[in-house]
C-alpha cells in the first residue's frame, strides 16, 4: 500500500473518530443520548409489533368469516372468532363482537385495547378494531 493511501485512509478514520468522541476520546454527551433514543425505539418496536401483527392477522380472518359465513350463524360466528382470538392471546367475549346481517351484507367487527408502559414512565392504550363487511349479490 502506498503512503498517500495510507494517510488518507488514517486521516478518514480520524475524522470519523471526532465526529463520535471529544479530543480525550470519550464519547459526546449529544451522541450518547441519541443512541439511547434510537435504542429505545428499537425495544419499543419489538415489543408492540406483534400486536399489531396480531390486529392484521384477525382482521385477515374477520373477511375470510364474513366472505363465507353468509348461511352461519351469528352464534357459529362469534365463537369462531373467539376462537382464533384466544389462540392469538388476544381475551374477546360475546360483547366484544358485533355482527351485522342484512340480504345483502354481512359486516363483522371487534376491538380491544391494550395499555402499554413505556419504561415505567408513561401508559399510553393502544386501540385495535379490525372489521369486514362482505357484499353478496
Known amino acids: ?10 486521516n478518514i478514520r480520524s475524522a470519523m473518530k471526532a465526529q ?8 459526546r454527551i449529544g451522541t ?21 401483527i396480531s390486529a392484521s392477522e384477525m382482521d385477515d380472518f374477520l373477511v375470510e368469516e364474513a366472505r363465507t359465513g353468509q348461511m352461519a350463524t351469528d352464534d357459529t360466528l362469534r365463537q369462531a372468532v373467539i376462537h382464533k382470538a384466544s389462540e ?9 363482537i358485533e355482527i351485522n346481517r342484512s340480504p345483502k351484507e354481512l359486516s363483522i367487527s371487534t376491538g380491544w385495547q391494550l395499555d402499554y408502559n413505556f ?11 379490525p372489521h369486514a363487511t362482505t357484499y353478496y349479490q
Open 1 to 10: 500500500m502506498t503512503i498517500a493511501k495510507t494517510r488518507k485512509r488514517d
Open 20 to 27: 463520535l468522541t471529544s479530543s480525550s476520546g470519550k464519547i
Open 32 to 52: 450518547l443520548i441519541i443512541l439511547i433514543v434510537i435504542g429505545m425505539s428499537v425495544y419499543t418496536g419489538f415489543q408492540l409489533v406483534p400486536y399489531w
Open 88 to 96: 392469538m392471546g388476544i381475551e374477546l367475549s360475546d360483547r366484544d
Open 119 to 129: 419504561f415505567g414512565v408513561y401508559t399510553h392504550t393502544f386501540f385495535f378494531t
